[in-house]
């Protein structure tokens, strides 16, 4: 049982009975939970980020590195130094209050910028250092450049990596590396830490042999095992998104709360129509479970503090996700360090490319649901830089589009935010039927927000959500031939331009790494083409076309 979402959107003020809890939210916009059960007498407080991808410079309103102009103007979000202020302002509270305090990351600090394509990942797992975090998962992003190369990374760091349902191969480096629970002693109680990592990872990165047990089955036995050594106080940091952990609470008894990442949801009592933070679940024993998560690309931190009863259930919460804006003024040390690892991006960084004559929208919402700007921008670069009149379709995955772009110039580093993966463009020849089934795939996941959705060129359809998934939300579909545009044939077949990571059957793309014909890896980068794109059309202006009708 969760919280209604028609009550997050519509009342603000409201009191809502969950297992037992009662759950107030004050104008202020924190929300306050009690329960019936007496408190042991622990309170402490979780501090948590998830899903900053690479995000160490400050950022815009559209989670894309934010211009000195808007700097200057204090229209700039996040960032380590202001992320760093809010943690070390907040624990200095805590100290002064005598309350205790987690630092916790729930995954992918990993891909999204040029630090990442620089560094591997260390740089991040510097700035962790440097701020003081207690414990991590792992995403299904810190896999992007293969196991050997996440564990290289990991060894950087001064702080467990707690991922339980992670499965190196015998004798890895990784084995040394991750642990399968953590407990900690916080106010004088014993905590126990459990971490999770989508096995959707095996389609979704690169993990190479590392596998994934199944997120249910594992923390049951977890948590019994934590249970049996005395632990009560449970919390689990997750990289597997709202909706699993909603299942998860509701499946697995013992959790005390759930820190969530990898859907880039933010939970918020202040944000209108946001799930409510925390929202509540009713555990197999009738308890409530807060689950937590806040957004992405470091604009928010969350604050949640939590009194345990004996048998771990929260007894009392309060919190609520913080937007880290220019009230945080950016902590000196951390802003110096990410200033000096910047140095050597900054001329690559500051390239300029093309002027843009409006903003390209390339939202997680948009892209991830619907045809949207990005996504025709992306797909048309493609086809015009293969160039081959052979090669009519374009289809590129919504998730691999990470920024949106805002008007006027815009350099090299903001194309790499928009495609920081290094894809390349990969052609091949398809049958209509494939093609067919790759799109109705691609959308039969909207309502999770997956990243397969799917963003074309050379071909529109029509998308009926009412349509359950896998049932026909996909028609009409038309091909641009000789005269316009005719219906697809199922039994023909057609040039095709994708990423090389969709090509490998990557985000579950089966259809194509088994379908394919006269399969070829161009080894043009899909950044490049988009920047020729863009510099060959400035003032480029995007738009809307209907590819997808809804």
């Not at 409510?276 to 470091?298: C, M």
């Not at 929260?314 to 910047?342: H, K, Q």
Request: charged letters at 20%.
């Amino acid at each position: 049982m969760t919280l209604p979402l028609a009550a997050t959107a519509l009342d603000r003020r409201r009191f809502l009975g969950v297992a037992g809890a009662s759950l107030a939210i004050t104008g202020a916009g924190s929300f306050t939970m009690t329960s019936a059960r007496a408190s042991t007498g622990l309170r402490m407080t979780v501090l948590h980020i998830n899903d900053m991808h690479s995000r160490l410079e400050e950022i815009s309103g559209s989670d894309a590195t934010c211009s000195p102009t808007a700097s200057e103007e204090g229209r700039c979000f996040g960032g380590a130094a202001r992320l760093a202020s809010a943690i070390r302002g907040r624990r200095a509270e805590l100290d002064a209050a005598g309350v205790p305090y987690l630092t916790l990351d729930a995954g992918d600090q990993s891909q999204g910028t040029l630090f990442y394509t620089t560094y591997r990942g260390k740089a991040e797992i510097e700035i962790m250092n440097l701020i003081g975090f207690d414990a991590m998962t792992l995403g299904n992003h810190e896999f992007n450049n293969g196991p050997d190369a996440l564990a290289e990374m990991l060894a950087e760091a001064e702080f467990p990596i707690v991922a339980g349902n992670v499965q190196p191969p015998a004798g890895h480096a990784l084995g040394d590396i991750l642990r399968e629970h953590l407990i900690l002693e916080v106010g004088g109680e014993r905590v126990g830490i459990l971490g999770i990592t989508t096995p959707d990872t095996v389609i979704l990165s690169s993990p190479g042999p590392v596998t994934f047990a199944e997120e249910i089955g594992y923390l049951q036995d977890a948590v019994t095992r934590l249970r049996a050594d005395g632990v009560h106080n449970i919390l689990l940091l997750s990289h597997v998104g709202f909706l699993r952990d909603q299942q998860i609470a509701a499946a697995v008894d013992g959790l005390s709360a759930i820190i969530g990442a990898h859907s880039h949801t933010l939970l918020s009592n202040t944000v209108e129509g946001a799930p409510a933070y925390a929202t509540l679940i009713e555990s197999p024993s009738g308890r409530a479970v807060p689950i937590v998560q806040s957004y992405a690309f470091s604009r928010y931190m969350g604050d949640l503090t939590l009194e345990f009863a004996e048998d771990g259930a929260v007894a009392a919460a309060t919190g609520d996700s913080i937007e880290l804006d220019a009230a945080f003024e950016p902590d000196a040390e951390v802003a110096a360090r990410v200033a000096a690892l910047a140095g050597p991006i900054e001329t690559l960084k500051t390239t300029p490319v093309a002027e843009l004559a409006a903003p390209i929208d390339g939202s997680r919402e948009s892209c991830r649901a619907m045809e949207c700007e990005m996504g025709n921008t992306v797909t048309d670069a493609m086809l015009a830089r293969i160039g081959n009149p052979e090669i009519t379709i374009a289809l590129t995955n919504g998730g691999g589009l990470r920024a949106s772009l805002e008007a006027g110039t815009i350099t090299l580093g903001d194309v790499l935010t928009v495609l920081p993966f290094q894809n390349t463009l990969y052609t091949m020849r398809l049958s209509g039927a494939d093609i067919l089934a790759a799109l109705e795939y691609g959308v039969n996941a909207v309502e999770e927000g997956a990243g397969r959705f799917p963003q074309v060129a050379g071909l529109r359809f029509a998308l009926d959500l009412s349509v359950a998934p896998g049932a026909g939300r996909v028609s009409e579909i038309e091909v641009m031939g000789a005269d316009g545009w005719v219906p697809i044939d199922p039994a023909a077949s057609y040039g095709v331009v994708t990423n090389n990571f969709m090509a490998r059957g990557g985000d579950g793309y089966a259809m194509l790494a088994s379908g394919a014909m006269e399969p070829y890896d161009t080894a043009i980068d899909m950044a490049d083409a988009l920047a020729e794109h863009l510099t060959n059309n400035a003032p480029y202006a995007p738009r809307i076309e209907g590819r997808i009708r809804q």
